[in-house]
């Protein structure tokens, strides 16, 4: 909690005085958590993982989780966000130039919009290629 006093006087009339104070708090990051992605590594579109933030604590409720998948090139897609800490879904295959890596960020922020993040990192392959063709001779 802090107080703010700012305080007003006149060069020629130092009489003529005042003051004003402010009282405000400031919200700290929400915090004592982690996270993780299970299993390490899995193909795309095939494999469901589990993002899972486990832990957090805040005073300012509720706590929002948005996961955040890094695609390269400076573009990046929302995998979930809302009020669960955990969320299954399948994921896109990772950089193929990274060893089919896909970067995660979950951000985790409080009632004020106070916010922290945890990075963490998943192994996405690709699934092989069928030929639907030759799956009717």
């Not at 104070?21 to 929400?30: A, H, K």
Request: charged share 15%.
């Amino acid at each position: 909690r802090y107080r703010l006093k700012l305080e007003v006087w006149s060069k020629t009339d130092v009489e003529n005085k005042g003051f004003s104070i402010y009282e405000f708090t400031v919200s700290s990051i929400p915090f004592g958590g982690n996270c993780s992605v299970q299993p390490p590594y899995g193909k795309g579109l095939d494999t469901i993982f589990l993002l899972d933030c486990d832990n957090w604590n805040d005073t300012h409720h509720p706590i929002a989780y948005d996961f955040v998948a890094s695609l390269g090139n400076g573009l990046y897609s929302i995998l979930s966000f809302g009020f669960k800490p955990f969320d299954s879904l399948t994921l896109p295959p990772g950089d193929l130039e990274a060893n089919h890596t896909m970067n995660i960020t979950a951000m985790i922020s409080n009632y004020y919009g106070v916010t922290t993040q945890e990075q963490f990192s998943v192994q996405v392959g690709t699934i092989p290629y069928v030929n639907k063709t030759k799956l009717v001779e």
